[in-house]
Nanobody, 120 residues
Framework: QVQLVESGGGLVQAGGSLRLSCAAS????????MGWFRQTPGKAREFVAA????????LHADSVKGRFTISRDNAKNTVYLQMHSLKPEDTAVYYC?????????????WGQGTQVTVSS
């Protein structure tokens, strides 16, 4: 049974930083590309960042480029999202996802999400 468990969300002031983690189990982590997405009520889920299987290739949405960085540790079956210079508009539920391919056309597994709230 595949599980993706996000952690690290919380309440932070604008300009602050957070690091999200996503621990994976039940899959061969190093064979999956990983992504981070976010969603706010009433809006579609938005792509944030993605990492290739080995981590050599990374993509970031324009809205977070220069502020967020995706990384992964295949020895720990974990993908991270380091977030700096947070803005109130970054407030959302953040989800990690796993895809069997790169670049990912669709994601096969999703976590339950972690809430990030940025106060102004």
């Amino acid at each position: 049974q595949v599980q993706l468990v996000e952690s690290g969300g919380g309440l932070v002031q604008a300009g602050g930083s957070l690091r999200l983690s996503c621990a994976a189990s039940g899959l061969t982590f190093s064979t999956y590309s990983m992504g981070w997405f976010r969603q706010t009520p009433g809006k579609a889920r938005e792509f944030v960042a993605a990492s290739s299987r080995g981590g050599s290739y990374r993509l970031h949405a324009d809205s977070v480029k220069g502020r967020f960085t995706i990384s992964r540790d295949n020895a720990k079956n974990t993908v991270y999202l380091q977030m700096h210079s947070l803005k109130p508009e970054d407030t959302a539920v953040y989800y990690c996802a796993a895809a069997n391919g790169w670049p990912a056309r669709s994601y096969d597994y999703w976590g339950q999400g972690t809430q990030v709230t940025v106060s102004s």
